[in-house]
């Protein structure tokens, strides 16, 4: 029967989309507002090759139904008017509308070009921020391989913590590959799901989430990747090193075909240091670690309503688990791995009726392994892994004042974890748990953007859920929002959602559950989370800047939360009875200033909040007896502010602040002590071949501990100073 499931969910992927695209709906309209019917629509990205061309039709309407997520400039052309140019921002899953006026043609042809690129959709009620490649290359630490910094400098309220991304008060946040959700079960893996030498965009959704866009509500990072459209045979290699005896390399080539039919790119990624995990003592004690990785994309367009993405990706990290001074004394040598690959193909097929219609069956495999020292006076070993098979389906159609999307997002897991103890003090103690777990999540979902007036836009959606593992259990979650805009100040939204995150399939029984019920631990069966967030925010355009502010309440029962397997990255999940997050938020991104200069600042007010009883789980932690208590990665304020500059001579400078009012000490209610951190990058382009770069973390070196003796977090302190060079060559192959 599982057998027969499993080839179910297959099929269901060959039929399946992901949401790979946005949709551009461009207006043609004259000086009196009338529409302009037969004029030119194209539209080209800013960064690729990448084209599409339409006719607006009697309406003045020209819709391009799969445009992929990023900056895009849209012209428009109709004889007796001058060429008009807007330059316009495309999110995933929704539709971008595109104003263009043009103007009467005087004796000589020319182009306008708006002087402002319209960066807020004003039909989306979603909480979203776009981060390009150039951001990416540029800002301290946001390239590096497993680096957070693309999230962390860009998202408010998102940070790294005892080596794990929180988000928005949680852990649960979702990856996407060019739409295609990256199946896990996991609570938190280590480091970014991809090299962000690999990414072309980054687009962070963070609340007023679709009904296709999964449960994991705290977070959907959608990674549209390089591609072969950046140029002809092209190659893009880098090498650096640092203190801490860091080491990296990249190579990355690409290529597309003369008729823009074929595309591929291709990289891999090695690097080691002396300083891997987040430190447990001063100085850095047992903490090297090595990583290497493979990416590859191909994308075929056969027909010009057809393509195909073929993704691929193969990663695996080691990394010593670093020590206190008393660990070092003793000898004490553990280890830590981690293995993941990803393979996932597309399909998507357009029609001039709008319809747009995708298939993404995926395959992905991720394992963590802790490895004791054979000579630990308790030797401990945790195996676990998960096969993951399935697709997401998609079916969108855009008619009229409706865009709607219809599909599943459904998966099977194959699950193996071994947990082994064994004493070295003589006592004969020697435990080990075998496991071999299925489990399936089957989901539906339909969403609707209804565009009910030009200056009202009203979002709908349902989703229903299943999983069935260790238990069984089900839940159908409503999804509303609403976009308004209000000339001369902006686009307000306002969203209410419901969430279900299924639970992890692991669990623990037999020999090893009797010894941890012998030591004080409990264990209960762990079930779904489950949020209801109310949102409201704006989004104010003004003279080229971009103004976002929102806030947000999250009430949850069933809040999954972990334990952490020594000073390793592994975490045992459990979950608390309730808990809630609330939090004001707010972004702020220049346009291109003097000297190229850019700002962009992340902030965030936040507090997260546990009551209740743990409801499963492996812990011995005792929550207070009454009222709300802090989780341990609350922090009230979180600031991420920079900017990059371009200085004379092929020479620019970036910087990044960040600031934190303390994470929680102890198991709280007291917080630690304000920090403060600085982070610089400065480099030269020498030519288009050459670049240079120079970069520091952390540049005061200051020391702070985000975590003290905290029952889910053990005791961490920031990361010392990191001074690193970078060398880049591009070629041509």
């Known amino acids: 029967m599982r057998l027969g499931l499993l080839f179910t969910l297959v099929f269901?992927?060959?039929?399946?989309?992901?949401?790979?695209?946005?949709?551009?709906?461009?207006?043609?309209?004259?000086?009196?507002?009338?529409?302009?019917?037969?004029?030119?629509?194209?539209?080209?990205?800013?960064?690729?090759?990448?084209?599409?061309?339409?006719?607006?039709?009697?309406?003045?309407?020209?819709?391009?139904?799969?445009?992929?997520?990023?900056?895009?400039?849209?012209?428009?052309?109709?004889?007796?008017?001058?060429?008009?140019?807007?330059?316009?921002?495309?999110?995933?899953?929704?539709?971008?509308?595109?104003?263009?006026?043009?103007?009467?043609?005087?004796?000589?042809?020319?182009?306008?070009?708006?002087?402002?690129?319209?960066?807020?959709?004003?039909?989306?009620?979603?909480?979203?921020?776009?981060?390009?490649?150039?951001?990416?290359?540029?800002?301290?630490?946001?390239?590096?391989?497993?680096?957070?910094?693309?999230?962390?400098?860009?998202?408010?309220?998102?940070?790294?913590?005892?080596?794990?991304?929180?988000?928005?008060?949680?852990?649960?946040?979702?990856?996407?590959?060019?739409?295609?959700?990256?199946?896990?079960?996991?609570?938190?893996?280590?480091?970014?799901?991809?090299?962000?030498?690999?990414?072309?965009?980054?687009?962070?959704?963070?609340?007023?989430?679709?009904?296709?866009?999964?449960?994991?509500?705290?977070?959907?990072?959608?990674?549209?990747?390089?591609?072969?459209?950046?140029?002809?045979?092209?190659?893009?290699?880098?090498?650096?090193?640092?203190?801490?005896?860091?080491?990296?390399?990249?190579?990355?080539?690409?290529?597309?075909?003369?008729?823009?039919?074929?595309?591929?790119?291709?990289?891999?990624?090695?690097?080691?240091?002396?300083?891997?995990?987040?430190?447990?003592?001063?100085?850095?004690?047992?903490?090297?670690?090595?990583?290497?990785?493979?990416?590859?994309?191909?994308?075929?367009?056969?027909?010009?309503?057809?393509?195909?993405?073929?993704i691929g990706l193969a990663r695996t990290d080691r990394y010593q688990v670093p020590n206190i001074g008393a660990q070092q004394a003793i000898g004490i040598d553990d280890r830590e791995v981690a293995n993941d690959a990803l393979a996932s193909v597309t399909w998507a097929r357009t029609s001039e009726a709008g319809w747009l219609v995708t298939a993404s069956p995926y395959y992905h495999f991720n394992r963590g392994e802790y490895i004791g020292g054979a000579g630990d006076p308790l030797v401990t070993n945790d195996d676990r892994g998960s096969h993951y098979v399935g697709g997401f389906v998609n079916v969108s159609l855009t008619r009229g004042r409706h865009t709607v999307h219809v599909g599943t997002d459904s998966f099977g897991e194959h699950y193996q974890s071994t947990f082994a103890l064994r004493a070295n003090d003589g006592s004969g103690l020697s435990l080990?748990?075998?496991?071999?777990?299925?489990?399936?999540?089957?989901?539906?979902?339909?969403?609707?953007?209804?565009?009910?007036?030009?200056?009202?836009?009203?979002?709908?959606?349902?989703?229903?859920?299943?999983?069935?593992g260790t238990l069984a259990e089900h839940a159908t979650t409503p999804r509303l929002g609403a976009a308004v805009t209000v000339p001369r100040v902006g686009i307000l939204r306002a969203s209410y959602s419901r969430y279900y995150q299924h639970p992890q399939v692991a669990t623990i029984e037999g020999p090893v559950l009797g010894f941890a019920l012998q030591e004080g631990l409990g264990f209960l069966p762990l079930h779904g989370e489950r949020d209801e967030i109310w949102e409201v925010g704006v989004g104010v355009p003004i003279h080229g800047w971009t103004l976002d502010f929102d806030a947000f309440h999250n009430t949850t029962h069933n809040l999954v939360d972990h334990e952490v397997l020594g000073n390793s990255s592994l975490l045992f999940p459990l979950t608390i009875d309730n808990g809630r997050v609330r939090a004001f938020e707010s972004?702020?991104?220049?346009?291109?200033?003097?000297?190229?200069?850019?700002?962009?600042?992340?902030?965030?007010?936040?507090?997260?909040?546990?009551r209740g009883d743990v409801t499963g789980g492996l812990t011995n932690f005792k929550p207070p007896s009454a009222g709300y208590f802090y989780l341990d990665h609350d922090q009230r304020v979180t600031l991420s502010a920079g900017g990059q500059i371009t200085i004379a001579r092929g020479f620019w400078a970036s910087a990044t602040v960040l600031y934190g009012s303390g994470f929680l000490r102890g198991d709280g209610p007291d917080h630690m002590p304000k920090h403060t951190t600085a982070d610089v990058a400065v480099g030269r382009d020498i030519g288009e071949k050459l670049a240079l770069r120079l970069t520091v973390l952390n540049v005061a070196d200051s020391l702070y501990l985000t975590g003290i003796e905290n029952s889910f977090a053990g005791t961490h302190y920031a990361n010392p100073r990191d001074v690193a060079v970078q060398l880049r060559y591009k070629f041509h192959y």
């Open 12 to 310: 269901l992927a060959c039929r399946a989309d992901a949401q790979v695209f946005g949709t551009v709906r461009v207006l043609a309209r004259d000086q009196q507002g009338l529409a302009i019917p037969g004029a030119d629509a194209t539209i080209r990205a800013s960064a690729s090759s990448w084209t599409q061309s339409a006719k607006t039709n009697g309406d003045g309407e020209a819709v391009f139904p799969a445009v992929p997520l990023g900056q895009y400039v849209v012209s428009v052309s109709s004889a007796g008017f001058d060429t008009a140019e807007r330059t316009v921002t495309v999110a995933a899953n929704a539709v971008t509308p595109v104003a263009v006026s043009l103007k009467v043609a005087g004796l000589a042809q020319s182009v306008e070009v708006a002087a402002e690129a319209q960066t807020i959709n004003p039909e989306s009620s979603r909480t979203e921020t776009l981060v390009q490649r150039a951001e990416i290359l540029r800002e301290p630490d946001a390239d590096r391989s497993g680096s957070m910094a693309m999230i962390t400098n860009n998202a408010p309220g998102a940070f790294v913590m005892h080596d794990h991304l929180h988000s928005r008060g949680g852990h649960g946040v979702s990856w996407q590959i060019d739409g295609v959700p990256v199946p896990n079960s996991n609570l938190a893996s280590v480091g970014s799901q991809f090299d962000p030498k690999d990414v072309d965009s980054l687009e962070i959704d963070r609340g007023g989430l679709s009904a296709n866009y999964g449960d994991r509500s705290y977070g959907v990072f959608n990674v549209v990747p390089r591609s072969g459209f950046e140029g002809h045979r092209f190659a893009d290699l880098a090498a650096g090193a640092g203190n801490f005896h860091q080491a990296h390399g990249y190579l990355g080539i690409g290529d597309h075909a003369a008729g823009e039919r074929f595309a591929y790119f291709a990289s891999v990624s090695a690097n080691r240091t002396d300083r891997g995990l987040e430190r447990v003592d001063v100085p850095v004690l047992h903490d090297d670690g090595a990583g290497l990785s493979g990416f590859t994309s191909m994308i075929v367009i056969p027909h010009p309503t057809d393509q195909f993405c073929i």
């Open 432 to 468: 080990r748990e075998d496991e071999r777990l299925w489990a399936t999540v089957v989901s539906l979902f339909a969403d609707d953007a209804f565009r009910a007036a030009p200056w009202l836009t009203i979002n709908t959606g349902l989703r229903f859920e299943r999983f069935a």
């Open 587 to 610: 972004t702020v991104r220049s346009p291109s200033l003097w000297h190229g200069l850019r700002l962009r600042s992340a902030f965030s007010i936040e507090s997260a909040q546990g």
